[in-house]
């Protein structure tokens, strides 16, 4: 997993990674799996944020996954939530994983479910495959363009000049179009199937995180019991409905933080937490620094 991931948590023993939120980590990363570091090399995990992975080069070894041999231009979308078990993917001569925060798709104040659930770039990474691995094959015709691309973002990644973040941004933008286009079967089952139950509950959150809310309160507004809303929840999302809560209102947090001049103390109150030394509390163990630090950082 590359640095801009870290673990928060574990699920039945396996960690999940979350991409992270501070200031100066950018909204896209590269990482290169070289002959001799291919992906089968690691260990089962769970993210929460998509990631899309290209076979550049095949393997010139027996296969050793069960998903079989690999050739150049595969790729395989990843799905946020689901236990990926590096095994299960043969060995490769040469590829490239890139990750990506999905709130990035949908501006600055944008919230991750908002993106995931309006962007449909994004659609193709929630499908339901066993194993989070939708495996795609790109046209001969296009992988110089997938293997351009990924190179313009690392070299934009590399350099981070003026206007970096919008321009790794806009070539992303051209591979998720490919993948969605590749992928026309899987975004139209989940047009049809629809999430109503998970829009129910974001659509409460955002309407009323900036004040008192719990579980309870959200699952009262829908009929549910807590129980029942959290199991849903976490199986689709990989998430509880509490972490969204505090998602959303980080979220707020970070850009009232890099966007007004509003004293800590009153941000907590804005985002729904009385508290000020609480709200400081919750905000450094999602993002490793203190509010006034990521003020500085956003600003500097």
Aim: net charge positive; charged share 20%.
């Amino acid at each position: 997993m590359p640095d801009i991931a870290s673990p928060v948590r574990f699920r039945a023993g396996v960690p999940v990674y979350r991409y992270r939120s501070d200031a100066a980590t950018p909204p896209v990363s590269v990482l290169r799996f070289d002959p001799g570091r291919h992906p089968g090399q690691g260990r089962r995990h769970i993210h929460d944020f998509p990631v899309l992975m290209y076979v550049e080069r095949a393997g010139t070894g027996e296969p050793t996954g069960p998903l079989g041999p690999l050739a150049a231009g595969d790729a395989f979308v990843v799905a946020p939530g689901a236990v990926i078990d590096p095994s299960s993917v043969a060995a490769f001569g040469g590829g490239t994983g890139v990750f990506f925060d999905p709130a990035a798709l949908g501006g600055d104040e944008q919230a991750p479910w908002s993106a995931w659930q309006a962007h449909p770039l994004l659609l193709p990474f929630l499908h339901r495959i066993p194993g989070g691995l939708l495996r795609l094959r790109v046209p001969p015709a296009r992988q110089p363009v997938w293997s351009a691309t990924i190179a313009a973002i690392e070299t934009e990644l590399t350099d981070r000049a003026d206007g970096y973040r919008q321009a790794v941004l806009a070539h992303l933008t051209l591979l998720l179009v490919d993948v969605a286009r590749l992928a026309t079967d899987v975004v139209g089952d989940l047009r049809r199937s629809n999430e109503p139950l998970l829009a129910e509950v974001f659509d409460v959150i955002e309407r009323r995180f900036a004040g008192p809310l719990s579980l309870r309160d959200v699952a009262d507004s829908l009929g549910l019991t807590p129980g029942h809303l959290t199991t849903v929840v976490r199986k689709r999302t990989g998430r509880t409905v509490v972490d969204w809560i505090t998602e959303r209102r980080m979220v707020e947090a970070r850009g009232l933080l890099s966007g007004t001049d509003l004293p800590v103390a009153q941000i907590a109150r804005r985002v729904g937490l009385q508290d000020a030394g609480y709200f400081a509390r919750v905000f450094r163990a999602g993002h490793g620094t203190t509010p006034r630090a990521f003020r500085a950082a956003a600003r500097g």
